[in-house]
């Protein structure tokens, strides 16, 4: 961004503090947010710049750039959810685009750039609850715009035990069983299993250290019986470098390291093959999140799952209640 020259004759120590700090609220933000939030930031921006453009109003590098902010408005913000929504988006798409939209707003706004009485009503400027979303989803025609489902895929018990252990006695096949192991009874994140290195597995001690890099914390789990049984055959056979999981090549030869659209590519596979159609990684999170949460309190299970606070792991807790347990009847 540009820098604005201060005066120091002028200004007290404090006013110069201030001006610097405005200078630079981009730059802090986006140094505190990982890599990965970064990434779903540009692309929220990058489809919010494509809306002004066809609006008339010409922005550039509006996620680097505060003064690009400066005549934004609580119209274009409103007029960006409407236009996502006539577009087919999914509504938890559009209310996290306009939450990243939000967040530039209070940024400029506390750079100075924007005027406060437009921030105010931007921040007015709302999504969709989960009810108004399936309210309008069911009158529109247009195709939803977005790789996310609806709905989660949900496991029954046989189908989690079948991904585990019904994988065949061969290379390949004691690579899945492992990766299910690790997605299913740990509750990993995709891009967590793609990262985990050979040594991230302690055979001896039965335990798995890994990196989580949404929450920026190092874990160590206790390897389920299941887990350690997948790992030692899968060792026994295979002998990875660098990564733990290994590509599969043509004819299931194994080779190099997973990446994280081949472990999505290939739990799906996996899916079909039991009869399960659109699984994910993502979906095996889900399931162990559901399972854990029947047997365990609410802060062992964020810890276990590394969420950065309660709100997930609650609402699992929520999903898994009887609706009218505690309910006594006078008559």
Known sequence: MEIIPVSQGSLSIGQIANAYARQNVFTDYHERMSSNTLKRHKNDLALFEAFLGEAGMQTRNIMYEPT??????????????????????????????????????????????????????????????PTHGRHLDQKREVTRVSRKKAESVQLTPEQAKQLKAKQPDTHQGRRDALLMCLLLDHGLRCGEVAALAVDALNLTEGTLTFYRQKVDKTQIHKLTRDTLLAAMRYLEICKPAGKLLMGSRKGGKLEGAMSERAITDRVRVLGEAIGVKGLSAHDCR??????????????????????????????????????????????
Not at 88 to 113: D, F, H
Request: net charge positive; proline share 3%.
């Open 68 to 129: 690009m902010w400066k005549d934004i408005t609580h119209g274009l913000v409103t007029g960006f959810v409407r236009h996502q929504l006539n577009q087919g988006y999914a509504i938890n798409s559009i209310n996290v685009r306009l939450a990243t939209v939000k967040a530039y707003c209070k940024l400029a706004a506390r750079a100075e750039v924007m005027p406060s009485d437009q921030y105010a009503l931007i921040k007015l400027v709302t999504g969709y609850s």
């Open 286 to 331: 889900h399931d162990w999140a559901r399972s854990a949460v029947k047997e365990s309190d609410i802060k062992s299970l964020q810890q276990a799952g590394g969420w950065s606070s309660p709100a997930m792991p609650l609402r699992y807790a929520d999903d898994a209640k009887i609706a009218n347990e505690g309910i006594k009847l006078s008559r």
